[in-house]
C-alpha cells in the first residue's frame, strides 16, 4: 500500500531539513549534493503532482509554493557558482535553511490542512505518482556511464548466463552471493543467479535468467521513511524493495 501523501512529504522535509541542520551547525560542505538532489528530487514531484491539484482549492497557496521553490533553486544555483571555501558560501548555506524551513512550516500547518479536501482516492493517486517519480530520478543518479565485464574473481556458476553482461563498475567490488530463482541464498553449485551489492551499499544488481528474458535486475533498498538504507537493513521486515527495474544485458 503507496504510504500516506502527507506523511510521505513530511518525511522528505524531516530529512532535508535534518541535513540542513547538520552541514549548517558544522560547516560541512560536505552534504551539499546530497541536500541538493533531495530538495530538487522533492520540489520537482511535489510541482509535478501535488500542487497542481491545489489550483481549486487554495490557489493562492499553490502560488506561493511554487514561487518558495524558485527561491530555494536560485540559492541552490549561487551556492553552485560560489566555491565552498568562500565564506559567501555558508551564508548561502544558512539561507537556503532559513528558506526551507520556513516553506516547510508554511506547507505542512497551511497547505497540508487545505488538501485535505482532496479524496482518499486523489491522495493516494498523487502519493503513488510521487513515489515513482522519486524512484525514476533516483535510478538516474546511480553511475551507469561506466561498464565493465563481470570481474574475472567471480566464480560465476554455468547455470547463470552473465558471461556476455556488462555492470557499473561500482558493483565490481561489491559484496557478491549466490541465490537461487526465488532469492534465497544457497551454495554456488545451485545457483541460478549472482547478486552483486554496489560499494554505495545501497543497492544490488541480480544477474541471471530474470524476466523478461535479456535483462538484468535493478534492487534499491529503502527503509520505511523511503530513505536509502544499508543492505543488512534491508533485508530486516521493516525495509522493503523500493523497486525492482529491469536493464537491459549490455553486450
Given at each position: 500500500?503507496?504510504?500516506?501523501?502527507?506523511?510521505m512529504?513530511?518525511?522528505?522535509?524531516?530529512?532535508?531539513?535534518?541535513?540542513?541542520?547538520?552541514?549548517?551547525?558544522?560547516?560541512?560542505?560536505?552534504?551539499?549534493?546530497?541536500?541538493k538532489?533531495?530538495?530538487?528530487?522533492?520540489?520537482?514531484?511535489?510541482?509535478?503532482?501535488f500542487?497542481?491539484?491545489?489550483?481549486?482549492?487554495?490557489?493562492?497557496?499553490?502560488?506561493?509554493?511554487?514561487?518558495e521553490?524558485?527561491?530555494?533553486?536560485?540559492?541552490?544555483?549561487?551556492?553552485?557558482?560560489?566555491?565552498?571555501?568562500?565564506?559567501?558560501?555558508?551564508?548561502?548555506?544558512?539561507?537556503?535553511?532559513?528558506?526551507?524551513?520556513?516553506?516547510?512550516?508554511k506547507?505542512?500547518?497551511?497547505?497540508?490542512?487545505?488538501?485535505e479536501?482532496?479524496s482518499?482516492?486523489?491522495?493516494?493517486?498523487?502519493?503513488?505518482?510521487?513515489?515513482?517519480?522519486?524512484?525514476?530520478?533516483?535510478?538516474?543518479?546511480?553511475?551507469?556511464?561506466?561498464?565493465?565485464?563481470?570481474?574475472?574473481?567471480?566464480?560465476?556458476?554455468?547455470?547463470?548466463?552473465?558471461?556476455?553482461?556488462?555492470?557499473?563498475?561500482?558493483?565490481?567490488?561489491?559484496?557478491?552471493?549466490?541465490?537461487?530463482?526465488?532469492?534465497?541464498?544457497?551454495?554456488?553449485?545451485?545457483?541460478?543467479?549472482?547478486?552483486?551489492?554496489?560499494?554505495?551499499?545501497?543497492?544490488?544488481i541480480?544477474?541471471?535468467?530474470?524476466?523478461?528474458?535479456?535483462?538484468?535486475?535493478?534492487?534499491?533498498?529503502?527503509?520505511?521513511?523511503?530513505?536509502?538504507?544499508?543492505?543488512?537493513?534491508?533485508?530486516?521486515?521493516?525495509?522493503?524493495?523500493?523497486?525492482?527495474?529491469?536493464?537491459?544485458?549490455?553486450?
Amino acid at each position: 500500500m503507496t504510504e500516506d501523501l502527507f506523511q510521505m512529504l513530511k518525511n522528505d522535509h524531516d530529512n532535508v531539513k535534518n541535513l540542513l541542520k547538520e552541514a549548517s551547525d558544522k560547516k560541512d560542505s560536505s552534504k551539499f549534493r546530497e541536500i541538493k538532489n533531495q530538495l530538487n528530487i522533492h520540489m520537482e514531484s511535489e510541482e509535478k503532482y501535488f500542487y497542481p491539484r491545489l489550483k481549486y482549492i487554495d490557489e493562492d497557496g499553490m502560488n506561493q509554493s511554487f514561487k518558495e521553490h524558485d527561491e530555494a533553486k536560485e540559492i541552490i544555483k549561487d551556492m553552485e557558482r560560489i566555491h565552498w571555501k568562500d565564506k559567501e558560501w555558508m551564508n548561502k548555506l544558512n539561507e537556503l535553511r532559513k528558506t526551507v524551513e520556513a516553506h516547510v512550516e508554511k506547507e505542512e500547518t497551511t497547505i497540508f490542512p487545505e488538501s485535505e479536501r482532496l479524496s482518499n482516492l486523489q491522495r493516494e493517486e498523487i502519493a503513488q505518482n510521487i513515489e515513482e517519480e522519486k524512484m525514476r530520478k533516483k535510478l538516474k543518479s546511480i553511475p551507469h556511464e561506466k561498464l565493465m565485464p563481470l570481474p574475472d574473481n567471480i566464480d560465476i556458476p554455468r547455470t547463470i548466463p552473465a558471461s556476455k553482461v556488462k555492470i557499473p563498475s561500482m558493483y565490481a567490488n561489491g559484496d557478491i552471493e549466490y541465490e537461487d530463482a526465488k532469492g534465497n541464498n544457497v551454495d554456488k553449485e545451485n545457483a541460478t543467479h549472482i547478486r552483486l551489492t554496489g560499494i554505495d551499499r545501497r543497492s544490488d544488481i541480480v544477474v541471471g535468467p530474470v524476466k523478461p528474458k535479456g535483462m538484468i535486475r535493478l534492487t534499491l533498498y529503502f527503509n520505511d521513511e523511503n530513505s536509502p538504507e544499508t543492505k543488512e537493513k534491508s533485508t530486516s521486515s521493516k525495509s522493503k524493495v523500493f523497486n525492482e527495474e529491469y536493464k537491459p544485458i549490455k553486450k
